[in-house]
């Protein structure tokens, strides 16, 4: 994709992540994986005004490609370049801190049932990653375990993280688990969850895993 076109789209997706509510102004991080370089956006910046001058371009070890006195890479930058060192098939990686799956990660509890089916086929579980102070290399020492086979993970005491072979693809992830996470905690106000049958559940989640596997194997 020409990187004007992925400036472009990575602009609109971040103001439709603030929109949504799912960030405030200054929160959350987007990047994007190119031929020969990743773009992210800027550390301190608001969402809502984003503008494609402000999105800094990097090398794979985190150089700026196109210096800027005003704009800096997110703090979280090595977070997203770790991600796609892992996973050569995943294009776009999109983190927030919304807050039903933000409440996940501060209990330290995976997104996990057996009553809701969009969730066993999507995603099986949302796993937590292991806490790591943000900025630093621990916050995806838990990467390898927990992102092979995964398209959406909690930081733990932090947030979401989504990631896609589309920038796309990785946001639908993150409003997906939003809202699925909304409606299971909601589900526990009115007295938790009731399960599908059990024979049910368990073909249920061997099917998502079986798209998942094929999806992700399809991939270079
Ligand atoms: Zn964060």
Redesign the pocket.
């Known amino acids: 994709m020409p990187i004007e076109q992925a400036k472009k789209e990575m602009i609109k997706i971040a103001k439709k992540m603030y929109l949504s509510g799912m960030v405030n102004i200054f ?3 987007i990047s994007v994986r190119l031929e020969d370089r990743f773009l992210i956006t800027p550390s301190q910046q608001s969402k809502e005004d984003m503008t494609e001058d402000m999105i800094i371009e990097v090398d794979a070890e985190a150089n700026v490609l196109n210096p800027s006195e005003l704009y800096k890479p997110s703090s ?1 930058i090595m977070m997203h370049l770790e991600v796609y060192r892992l996973r050569p098939d995943v294009n776009a990686v999109v ?3 919304s807050a039903y799956a933000t409440a996940y990660a501060v209990a330290g509890k995976p997104i996990r049932t057996k009553a809701l089916t969009e969730v066993m086929v999507i995603f099986g579980e949302v796993p937590v990653v292991p806490y790591g102070t ?1 900025g630093t290399e621990r916050i995806y020492a838990g990467f390898a375990e927990h992102l092979d086979s995964r398209n959406a993970v909690l ?1 733990a005491n ?2 979401l993280m989504t990631v896609g072979d589309t920038l796309l693809n990785a946001y639908s992830q993150a409003e997906a688990v939003e809202k699925l996470a909304q409606t299971l905690l909601y589900a526990k106000l009115l007295g938790g969850e009731e399960p599908i049958p059990e024979e049910e559940a368990v073909q249920i989640l061997a099917y998502g895993e079986q798209i998942r596997k094929k999806a992700m194997a399809a991939k270079p």
């Open positions: 929160e959350g991080n979280e983190h927030n801190h943000p930081l932090h947030g």
